[in-house]
């Protein structure tokens, strides 16, 4: 056993279609990464700006010498006693002694941040104040000059402390207001939350990688893959509307292995209609956008072209496409049929491939299930059926619409769209489950958009088939 198949399954997952998943789901949500970096970021600068407060440093510098004449000019006497003074000033402070003189002086309740260091290796002695207030900064370092060689007298014996320098009033503060600490934490903490984000969807919204994972959730065969084909570009055309969006049999060049794909499922598809003396297939996804009506058209395109006189009805009323996709303007179709606003002479189009025939949905329809099962469409379907040897029927999701339960009544067998790495297998199994309390017959599925590398296929994907 490789050791791949023993990560697999050891671990349960497999590693590689994870990674992939979470870089998909990441790219794709890429927008609330930036959204997340953007407000995050705001966020905490905006903290910074009402937090920051000011802080003022007043600074003196002296030179230490003792007191005592035989000893004044001992350099390292002296250096040792301002290093000496230095080490002991905190212990000074906090002794209280230093602290309550000069607070009791100032008339002030508590003491500000005070610290003295001395220059290594000499006897310059620095004093330093800060506060937030730059005047008290100022009045409680003069005091301290007044007063530490006083107290410190008990501890390093008499000093001579001689100004050197001094900053005078501070007039500018120490600590500049700075954003670059909230702009580096907004930036960790918005791609934080994408990520995470990315990976809960990818963990409690799994997905179909491939046909073989389609078969074992369906429990059925899966009768065509239909790859993923790149660099469709829509156009607009002013007596067509929007076509040339999606990949068409009669419009491809290069057909690649998008026509191969087609055919192949229009070969497997007769050979399930005709095991089970079936006239009226129904195609169906479980949610919109995986391709349903892409591979519906072209299905029936493929059929006429080998012979068949094949109708194609647009049963989604609530969004009709299958006018736009075959590049026709959309014209009066199965809502005015319904309505009672045209006849059948008048919605029936034929298309330019001989034997194909469609009716459109014509004007979108808000209650198209109450349309669809009126028994009017009931008659439609049986009068095509004695016209027509095929008649396929592109029908609204099946997981999240009721307008498809009432199609399935009128059809023979089903045929379910899935798209690779789009609905998740949640969504699948409602969608067939709709179609099984139904008691329709569902001849197998059709995996859209896949990326086979290494196939005949190769990477001509077909992702823009999402109608």
């Not at 690649?256 to 195609?283: P, S, Y």
Request: proline residues 4%; glycine residues 6%; contains cysteine.
């Amino acid at each position: 056993m490789s050791s791949e198949n023993t990560e697999k399954s050891t671990s349960g997952l497999d590693l590689r279609l994870v990674a992939t998943d979470l870089c998909r789901q990441a790219l794709h949500l890429l927008w609330l990464g930036v959204l997340a970096v953007m407000i995050i970021t705001a966020a905490l600068c905006y903290r910074s700006y009402r937090s920051y407060t000011p802080i003022y440093r007043a600074t003196a510098t002296f030179t230490v010498y003792v007191s005592n004449p035989l000893q004044a000019d001992i350099r390292s006497y002296n250096s040792a006693t301002a290093e000496q003074m230095a080490k002991t000033f905190p212990y000074i402070l906090t002794s209280g002694a230093l602290s309550d003189v000069v607070t009791k002086e100032l008339g002030i309740k508590a003491m500000p941040a005070v610290s003295a260091s001395v220059h290594e290796n000499t006897n310059i002695f620095t004093l330093s104040v800060t506060s937030s207030d730059p005047q008290l900064a100022y009045d409680v370092l003069n005091a301290v000059i007044k007063f530490y060689p006083e107290v410190a007298e008990f501890v390093v014996g008499p000093t001579v402390m001689t100004l050197l320098d001094e900053s005078g009033l501070p007039s500018n503060p120490v600590n500049e207001r700075s954003y670059s600490s909230a702009v580096k934490y907004g930036v960790l903490l918005g791609v934080f939350v994408w990520l995470a984000v990315s990976m809960l969807l990818v963990t409690v919204r799994p997905t179909v990688h491939n046909e073989e994972e389609l078969k074992r959730l369906m429990h059925l065969p899966c009768i065509g893959v239909f790859p993923q084909v790149r660099g469709f570009q829509k156009k607009t055309h002013k007596t067509s509307g929007t076509i040339g969006a999606y990949p068409v049999l009669t419009r491809q060049k290069r057909s690649f292995g998008f026509a191969d794909a087609v055919n192949l499922l229009r070969i497997r598809v007769e050979k399930e209609m005709q095991a089970h003396e079936a006239k009226v297939l129904m195609v169906s996804s479980a949610i919109p956008g995986e391709g349903k009506t892409t591979v519906c058209v072209n299905l029936a395109l493929s059929l006429a072209q080998k012979g068949k006189r094949v109708l194609l009805v647009d049963c989604d009323l609530r969004n009709p496409s299958t006018a736009a996709m075959l590049g026709i303007k959309n014209a009066a179709g199965m809502t005015e049929y319904l309505t009672g606003k045209a006849e059948v002479d008048t919605v029936l189009h034929a298309m330019e491939t001989p034997g194909f025939y469609a009716v459109f949905g014509g004007r979108p329809y808000a209650n198209a299930a109450e349309l669809l099962s009126q028994q009017k469409m009931k008659l439609f379907i049986d009068q095509m059926r004695n016209v027509f040897d095929v008649i396929l029927l592109d029908t609204p999701p099946s997981s999240i619409l009721s307008d498809a339960s009432e199609i399935a009544a009128l059809a023979d067998c089903a045929l379910m769209v899935i798209r690779q790495n789009y609905a998740s297998r949640d969504q699948i199994l409602e969608g067939v489950q709709m179609i099984s309390d139904s008691d329709l017959q569902l001849i197998g599925s059709v995996l859209n958009g896949a990326d086979r590398k290494g196939s005949s296929y190769g990477y001509y994907g077909y992702g823009y088939g999402n109608k």
